[in-house]
């Protein structure tokens, strides 16, 4: 029986090895009793029920995005692995996108997510994390948002990356923009700016790193935008680079691979106080909250800053 709550009728098997059927797309589902975290007993089923659940949340954010699949197939006990090929097994009706790789210098098939089926057929092959790109098919040089990624060291507190994550919003606040936040779903904060599909990664990769560097200035005891471990020297990292094509994060709505089974979930800037955590929100209690509070990402997705005119109100 299943350890999470139903909050809808799912059509995924409480057990065994059954495919799963949406119109004519049919999906394969296997090994749906293995617990994919041990301590709370949460099933790899469990973990297909719940996209199944948010599918009309998270399915804007990966439409027409070529997904890097982070795969656990054990569970988080182990550390998975990434791979970005479809392969020879995807269903013929699935999406994907090609997309020549320089540095492995060959084309490389994306899946893309785009449908319920999609999403059932990615969850089972066990990445319990969805990973899309910044940019769509069609725009694929032009993301669609700039993201400030606040990793904090382990000498940081929470309190810190909430702090952290106001001075962001007020910078943008301030200057007219609008930004939005949500839990990594680890230990950190994710901040989202929209940028339209308007400017090149390369560009957008500049603006984070000018907004990353003023977030420093600001409060340089405890943040820092040096990548390399043994430069930040116990601070947090404001990291900017997550700009660049080809780079990924966990969606908003995507469960991790964490104790506790947490989601990246979107939050209102009057939650990012004291008292915050992303531990606060799971698999367990996720669904109702989204219901309660519908998408509070979907801005991330609307008409993007004018980049001029905020550099201008900058300086």
């Known amino acids: 029986m299943s350890n999470v709550k139903e909050q809808t009728a799912s059509l995924i ?27 709370e007993g949460y099933t790899k089923g469990d973990m297909i029920r719940y996209y199944e659940s948010v599918s009309k949340f998270i399915l804007p954010y990966l439409k027409n995005r070529p997904l890097s699949l982070k795969r656990n197939p054990n569970g988080i ?26 540095s492995s210098n060959k084309i490389i098939h994306y899946l893309v997510c785009n449908d319920l089926p999609s999403l059932v057929y990615i969850a089972n092959l066990g990445c319990i994390e969805m990973n899309p790109w910044n940019s769509r098919v069609g725009k694929l040089d032009n993301p669609d948002y700039l993201v400030i990624d606040l990793d904090p060291s382990d000498e940081n507190t929470f309190d810190q990356v909430i702090e952290a994550a106001n001075v962001v919003h007020e910078i943008f606040e301030k200057n007219g923009a609008d930004s939005y936040c949500k839990t990594s779903g680890a230990s950190g904060l994710h901040i989202y700016i929209p940028m339209g599909a308007k400017y090149t990664y390369d ?21 820092t935008i040096e990548r390399p471990l043994n430069k930040r020297k116990g601070r947090m990292y404001i990291d900017f680079l997550q700009n660049r094509q080809g780079q990924t994060l966990a969606s908003a709505y995507s469960i991790r691979p964490k104790p506790g089974a947490t989601v990246s979930t979107p939050l209102e800037w009057k939650e990012v106080k004291k008292g915050l955590h992303p531990s606060n929100f799971t698999i367990k209690n996720a669904i109702s909250r989204f219901e309660k509070k519908g998408d509070l990402f979907d801005g991330i997705l609307k ?11 900058l300086s």
């Open 13 to 39: 098997p409480a057990s065994g090895d059954s495919p799963y059927k949406v119109g004519r797309k049919t999906v394969p589902l296997t090994n749906l009793n293995k617990v994919y975290w041990p301590v």
């Open 303 to 313: 008409k993007g800053i004018d980049l001029n005119r905020f550099l201008k109100a």
């Open 77 to 102: 006990t182990e550390e998975g692995f990434y791979h970005k090929d479809a392969g020879e097994n995807a269903p013929s009706w699935m999406k994907v996108e090609n997309i020549y790789s320089d």
């Open 203 to 223: 560009q957008v990769k500049e603006f984070g790193h000018i907004i990353a560097t003023m977030v420093v200035e600001q409060i340089p005891s405890f943040t």
